[in-house]
């Protein structure tokens, strides 16, 4: 027997920290779950030799939730573990026995590395023990949403009908993270584009120009406009170097800032009051908040646990910051909506909605239809900010090139005006 330090979370919401006593990691997680607790942080105090792998792991279990949405390793990626739920669903729904399925999966699994990792559950539960108990062994992989809804349906019985729930959710969350990110791919292609454009000019055109116009004007002075895009010329050529190690330093150290919590949370605040670009991350993250809280509630995670999975999977420190606070007051006896809308982060809808959810305990439902709601909202908000992206984009580079192109021939003006008077 191996003696484990744990962090857990009670039914009440209130954090717990001490050690047990288990042959492993397995046997830890199924007896502090017995006793009604949800483990967050799992460390193995026997040797450090074959123990610190999953050492490491159990620590990552308590961060596998944070940066919004599923946190997944090298083993399979967001889509491949939404695929993945959604056949093992679809074979509990078919009647085939848990076990049964496991093996299945890994019969016609592809990617060795997840292989093994299905295999070493499949013989976790072979041993007896829970599917989610051999899942919370690799949280890079099943963050706490996903080991928690499936830990609930065990208890439930509904196991099947679970998965079902979380692979629809998971294709849902997936679908709104590309509509978002597609939102970014133009712009990004467009400042590329820009960059290598300037950085071009800079380097090939301008320096050609500069020893044209010594040859003909003989020190004559340029336009102010010339001279600033050549003087900007000369630096990018002779401070290349420089202005890489500046560019690289400014984006590490943008980096390490928002991995702060002062930081991230001054970051969060300022891409919030972004025109377009913070209501879409709004709604965004009100879209994902209702989608897991009310996931997770309909597949009987009791709320407090509920609110706290969804706290640490939000990916925005101000929303997450507004959770704790309701987190607490629902722990003290209020009902969810007062101290949401209180909050002021979250839309009069939907607390409204909330408000009317948990009159007629339909709080799930509910949080399911604001998520319904808020995706459409999300695909509008991408086709505006993409509509509104590209007429701007392409005004700006083509300021940019037409300022540079403006100031270079502004002296072939002067040179021609000189060879007519001539």
């Given at each position: 027997?191996?003696?484990?330090?744990?962090?857990?979370?009670?039914?009440?919401?209130?954090?717990?920290?001490?050690?047990?006593?288990?042959?492993?990691?397995?046997?830890?997680n199924a007896k502090l779950s017995g006793m009604g607790l949800m483990v967050s942080g799992l460390t193995k105090e026997a040797s450090k030799s074959k123990g610190g792998g999953r050492k490491g792991q159990a620590k990552g279990a308590a961060k596998s939730g944070g940066g919004g949405g599923f946190h997944i390793g090298k083993a399979i990626n967001q889509e491949g573990l939404t695929i993945f739920t959604r056949q093992l669903a679809t074979l509990l729904q078919a009647g085939l026995p848990l076990l049964r399925g496991l093996e299945v999966m890994i019969r016609q699994e592809k990617n060795p590395a997840f292989k093994t990792i299905l295999?070493?559950?499949?013989?976790?539960?072979r041993s007896g023990n829970n599917l989610s108990d051999g899942l919370a062994q690799h949280p890079k992989i099943f963050?706490?949403?996903?080991?928690?809804?499936?830990?609930?349906?065990?208890?439930?019985?509904?196991?099947?009908?679970?998965?079902?729930?979380?692979?629809?959710?998971?294709?849902?969350?997936?679908?709104?993270?590309?509509?978002?990110?597609?939102?970014?791919?133009?712009?990004?292609?467009?400042?590329?584009?820009?960059?290598?454009?300037?950085?071009?000019?800079?380097?090939?055109?301008?320096?050609?120009?500069?020893?044209?116009?010594?040859?003909?004007?003989?020190g004559a002075q340029l336009p102010a406009?010339?001279?600033?895009?050549?003087?900007?010329?000369?630096?990018?050529?002779?401070?290349?170097?420089?202005?890489?190690?500046?560019?690289?330093?400014?984006?590490?150290?943008?980096?390490?800032?928002?991995?702060?919590?002062?930081?991230r949370m001054l970051w969060d605040r300022i891409t919030l009051r972004m025109p377009k670009i913070?209501?879409?991350?709004?709604?965004?993250?009100?879209?994902?908040?209702?989608?897991?809280?009310?996931?997770?509630?309909?597949?009987?995670?009791?709320?407090?646990?509920?609110?706290?999975?969804?706290?640490?999977?939000?990916?925005?420190?101000?929303?997450?910051?507004?959770?704790?606070?309701?987190?607490?007051?629902?722990?003290?006896?209020?009902?969810?909506?007062?101290?949401?809308?209180?909050?002021?982060?979250?839309?009069?809808?939907?607390?409204?909605?909330?408000?009317?959810?948990?009159?007629?305990?339909?709080?799930?439902?509910?949080?399911?239809?604001?998520?319904?709601n808020y995706d459409e909202d999300v695909d509008n908000a991408v086709n505006s900010l993409t509509s509104i992206i590209e007429p701007i984009m392409i005004v700006v580079l083509a300021l940019i090139v037409g300022v540079i192109v403006i100031a270079l021939f502004l002296p072939i003006i002067g040179i021609i005006q000189q060879l007519s008077g001539g």
């Open positions: 027997m191996a003696k484990y330090s744990y962090t857990a979370i009670d039914q009440s919401g209130k954090q717990k920290t001490g050690k047990i006593d288990a042959a492993d990691d397995a046997e830890a295999t070493q559950i499949a013989d976790n539960v963050d706490r949403l996903f080991v928690n809804m499936v830990r609930a349906g065990e208890a439930g019985g509904v196991l099947d009908v679970v998965l079902s729930r979380l692979a629809r959710f998971m294709e849902k969350a997936l679908k709104t993270k590309k509509k978002v990110k597609s939102a970014m791919i133009y712009p990004s292609v467009v400042i590329t584009v820009a960059v290598a454009i300037v950085v071009g000019l800079m380097i090939g055109v301008v320096p050609r120009f500069q020893q044209i116009f010594e040859e003909m004007l003989g406009l010339t001279r600033w895009v050549i003087g900007f010329s000369d630096f990018i050529q002779n401070n290349i170097i420089v202005s890489i190690i500046i560019v690289v330093v400014l984006v590490v150290a943008f980096k390490f800032g928002i991995n702060t919590t002062g930081g913070g209501g879409l991350l709004q709604i965004a993250a009100i879209s994902r908040f209702a989608r897991t809280f009310g996931t997770l509630l309909s597949s009987g995670v009791p709320i407090l646990q509920a609110l706290q999975i969804t706290k640490e999977i939000i990916g925005n420190s101000v929303i997450e910051s507004a959770l704790e606070k309701v987190h607490d007051r629902v722990r003290d006896g209020e009902p969810l909506a007062a101290p949401l809308e209180q909050q002021r982060v979250f839309p009069t809808m939907v607390t409204s909605m909330i408000d009317v959810g948990e009159e007629t305990g339909e709080l799930a439902e509910m949080l399911n239809r604001i998520a319904d």
